[in-house]
C-alpha cells in the first residue's frame, strides 16, 4: 500500500475533554489548537502532500455564541501566530467552505496566509471552514446548472468527473485516509462526495489527548488495509469474497 496522498482529520471531543477535567468547553478547543499544530508540523516533516482539518463545519455557528467567538479568535490568534511557522516548513494554506461569513478579521487573515504561501509545495494544508459536505454537493450542482443554462455544457458532459471539478476541494486528491478522534463515527457532514472510497480510522481518544504517535499508528493501519475500491484484489485471496470492495 502507498502511503496516503491525503489526510483528513474530524477533530472531535475537545469539549467533553474539558469537561472530564472540570474546564470550560473552550479550554478544550485552546489544547485543540496546540495539537493541530503539532500535527501540522509533524505532517510537514514527514513528506505528507495533503492535510485537511475539519476547524469548523456550517452547524457550528449554533453553539453557544461565546464559543463560536472563542473558535474564531483562535482561528486570528493562531495565523497570526504562526504564518512563520507555515512559511519555515514550506507548507501552503488553503481552505474550502465559504469563508465570506466568517468575521471581517478572519476573512483578511486568510487571504494574508494564502498569499504569504501560495508558493510554497510542501505540505497542503486546508482548513475546513464553515464547510458543509452538502452544502459543497448543491454549490456544484448550481454552477453545473448555471453551465447548462448558459449552453456551455449538455446534460451527457454532466458526470462524476465534472461533479468532482465544482466542488470546494477539486485542487485535492480525495481523502485516502479520514481520521475521528473522542469514538464518534459519523461524517458529520464532512467531505460527503469525496470519501466514497476513504478508509476511516477511528479512535477513543479526543482530539486534545491525540498525539503525533497517535498519527503514526492511524497511518501505519491504513498502510495494513487492503483497498479494492469495488474490485477483487490482483492477488486472489479469501477476502475477494467481499462483494463491496
Ligand atoms: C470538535 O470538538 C472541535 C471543533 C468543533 C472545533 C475544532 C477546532 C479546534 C481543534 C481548534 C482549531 C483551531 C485552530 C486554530 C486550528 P467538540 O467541541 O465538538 O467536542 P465535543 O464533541 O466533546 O463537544
Redesign the pocket.
Known amino acids: 500500500m502507498n502511503p496516503p496522498k491525503h489526510i483528513a482529520i474530524?477533530?472531535?471531543?475537545?469539549?467533553?475533554?474539558?469537561?472530564a477535567r472540570k474546564h470550560n468547553?473552550v479550554y478544550?478547543?485552546?489544547?485543540?489548537?496546540k495539537?493541530?499544530?503539532n500535527i501540522?508540523k509533524h505532517c510537514a516533516q514527514s513528506g505528507i502532500k495533503n492535510l485537511t482539518?475539519?476547524?469548523?463545519?456550517t452547524e457550528?455557528w449554533q453553539?453557544p455564541k461565546n464559543?463560536v467567538s472563542l473558535?474564531m479568535s483562535?482561528?486570528i490568534?493562531?495565523?497570526k501566530k504562526e504564518m512563520k511557522t507555515l512559511v519555515d516548513n514550506n507548507i501552503k494554506f488553503n481552505t474550502i467552505g465559504d469563508v465570506s461569513e466568517l468575521p471581517p478579521e478572519v476573512q483578511e487573515l486568510i487571504t494574508d496566509t494564502k498569499r504569504n504561501t501560495q508558493q510554497l509545495d510542501g505540505l497542503n494544508l486546508t482548513?475546513a471552514l464553515n464547510y458543509g459536505g452538502q452544502q459543497d454537493i448543491l454549490h456544484a450542482f448550481k454552477k453545473i446548472i448555471a453551465l447548462k443554462e448558459e449552453g456551455k455544457i449538455s446534460g451527457d458532459d454532466i458526470n462524476q468527473e465534472l461533479i468532482s471539478k465544482y466542488l470546494q476541494s477539486a485542487f485535492l486528491p480525495n481523502p485516502d485516509l479520514i481520521i475521528r478522534t473522542?469514538n464518534?463515527k459519523r461524517l458529520s457532514n464532512f467531505f460527503l462526495w469525496q470519501s466514497a472510497y476513504s478508509e476511516f480510522y477511528f479512535t477513543e481518544k479526543?482530539?486534545?489527548d491525540f498525539s503525533t504517535n497517535d498519527f503514526d499508528l492511524a497511518i501505519a493501519e491504513y498502510l495494513g488495509r487492503n483497498r479494492r475500491f469495488g474490485k477483487v484484489p490482483s492477488t486472489p485471496t479469501r477476502e475477494s469474497n467481499n462483494l463491496y470492495g
Open positions: 474530524i477533530m472531535d471531543g475537545n469539549g467533553r475533554w474539558a469537561n468547553r478544550g478547543h485552546i489544547r485543540g489548537a495539537v493541530a499544530y501540522i482539518l475539519f476547524a469548523f463545519s457550528n453553539r464559543e473558535l483562535l482561528l490568534k493562531h495565523l482548513f473522542s464518534e479526543c482530539w486534545p
